[in-house]
């Protein structure tokens, strides 16, 4: 595909099950983003990814979330346990390298804890 | 700790004005400044990105100014349309440091 997809779309859970999201981010891409996107609070950067390795995770928020990625390509974030505070929009970007590149952002999925 | 700010939260104009949009940011040491839009239930399309040894970037109604000095930078919409209305988002990113966001401005362009 030519951009970034994630799934599912939408995701509803109850309190205390566990979730993965899925990216596939743009073909050749090494670098691979996590955000999330909470109501009035804008964008908070959860993890970064160069290749398979994640170099930098100081955006997660606590040890529930945790995140891998295989072949350099798909990555796919999970939440143990979850909380109704993580209810969220989870957005996932690429870009070509950690630069100045352009990071292209999917749609998301939009996380409902019940 | 890199904090960006956008001013207005939103904004409302009739369909044909020119309009400026806002973000400032605290640590001008900044590696670049790139401006999202974000449509309703949609992920961010990237507008225009200012490297920092640039004062501006151009993109058809779509002019971004960046002025590290002050921390601020600017996106300036010409002759502003109805399919304008998003959310317009900016972001900076400081050596290796993530791209830090600002929380949107949300723009209505009235017909």
């Known amino acids: 595909g030519a951009g970034v997809s994630q799934s599912p779309s939408n995701k509803v859970t109850e309190k205390g099950k566990d979730v993965e999201l899925r990216c596939d981010p743009i073909?050749?891409?090494?670098?691979l983003y996590w955000y999330r996107q909470s109501l009035g609070q804008g964008l908070e950067f959860l993890i970064y990814?160069?290749?398979?390795?994640?170099?930098?995770k100081s955006g997660l928020p606590s040890d529930r979330f945790s995140a891998e990625r295989t072949g350099g390509s798909v990555s796919t974030l999970t939440i143990q346990r979850t909380q109704q505070e993580d209810s969220a929009v989870y957005l996932c970007?690429?870009?070509?390298?950690?630069?100045?590149?352009?990071?292209?952002f999917g749609p998301g999925t939009r996380l409902l804890v019940l | 700790k890199q904090e960006v700010t956008q001013i207005p939260a939103a904004l409302s104009v009739p369909e044909g004005e020119n309009l400026v949009l806002n973000c400032s940011f605290t640590?001008?040491?900044?590696?670049?400044l790139q401006w999202f839009r974000q449509d309703p239930g949609k992920g961010l399309t990237s507008l225009l990105l200012?490297?920092?040894?640039?004062r501006e970037q151009t993109s058809g109604r779509l002019n971004a100014s960046l002025d590290k000095s002050s921390g601020r930078s600017t996106l300036y919409i010409a002759a502003s349309q109805p399919g304008d209305s998003a959310t317009y988002l900016c972001?900076?990113?400081?050596?290796?440091?993530?791209?830090?966001f600002g929380k949107g401005t949300r723009l209505s362009v009235i017909a």
């Open positions: 970007a690429s870009s070509l390298e950690r630069g100045g590149e352009t990071q292209y």
């Open positions: 073909s050749g891409h090494t670098a």
């Open positions: 990814f160069q290749g398979n390795s994640a170099p930098d």
């Open positions: 640590d001008s040491a900044i590696y670049n």
């Open positions: 200012i490297q920092s040894s640039q």
């Open positions: 972001a900076s990113r400081s050596g290796n440091t993530p791209l830090v």
